[in-house]
């Protein structure tokens, strides 16, 4: 079973309007992390987010926000006034615990494009 | 803060020769880095934890005495690709997670190296 799904493989957005990534989860494991990444063109990757399992509220970063909904094992990204530089491919990870290593895996991403 | 460098950012060889990528963390000390390969319009795939002064821990399916990977020292790491075949072509990224930062454990992430190999 994937472990972490991102089920938009691309979407548009106007300049200026939110969007909202999706990003759902699966773990056993009570103590995990969530980040969402930006990989523009140029293939660096970008830290934007994170949210811990343990985390009472939802993390907000400047634009970004993740929208946090342990029950449904989700962890949906928020991107508000979306800008033009905010085009790139984005990823969800999820760090589980000791036991498995305190690795990321990474959903399949979600392609964003800013329209003008 | 948490920069951390690549090195070379391209390269381009012939098959049957060695490639040695470098790793650095330029402002933070790194016990940890990963070295990740990415295909073209997929995700990243860990091929292998490092930690600083013993063996790497390698994901499976992924060849140890192909990609040899040191780990010498807190701020550097270098992944060799041994004997390159063009199959080997990738986009190789590396990451490291600051020590001191026990909660979170955030990996940051170099610029990545493009390998082709002809």
């Known amino acids: 079973a994937q472990k972490i799904t991102q089920t938009q493989p691309g979407m548009f957005v106007q300049e200026k309007e939110a969007v909202t990534l999706d990003c759902t989860y699966d773990t056993s494991d009570p103590s995990y992390g969530l980040f969402w990444y930006k990989q523009p063109s140029s293939g660096e990757m970008i830290f934007l987010i994170y949210?811990?399992?343990?985390?009472?509220q939802n993390a907000t970063e400047g634009r970004y926000s993740l929208n946090f909904q342990k029950a449904r094992k989700s962890a949906n990204l928020v991107i508000s006034a979306s800008q033009l530089g905010d085009s790139a491919m984005y990823f969800c990870a999820m760090r589980e615990g000791r036991a498995a290593g305190n690795k990321l895996t990474f959903g399949g991403g979600t392609r964003v494009l800013v329209k003008p | 803060g948490a920069v951390v460098s690549q090195h070379p950012s391209w390269v381009i060889c012939k098959s049957g020769t060695s490639v040695k990528i470098e790793c650095r963390s330029l402002d933070f000390q790194a016990t940890t880095m990963f070295w990740y390969r990415q295909f073209p319009k997929q995700s990243l795939m860990l091929m292998a934890t490092s930690n600083e002064g013993s063996k790497a821990t390698y994901e499976q399916g992924v060849e140890k005495d192909k990609f040899l990977i040191n780990h010498a020292s807190l701020t550097l790491s270098t992944l060799t690709v041994t004997s390159a075949h063009p199959e080997d072509s990738s986009f190789y990224i590396c990451s490291a997670r600051d020590w001191t930062d026990q909660i979170q454990e955030t990996q940051y992430f170099g610029p990545g190296t493009r390998l082709l190999v002809l």
């Open positions: 949210q811990g399992s343990y985390d009472q």
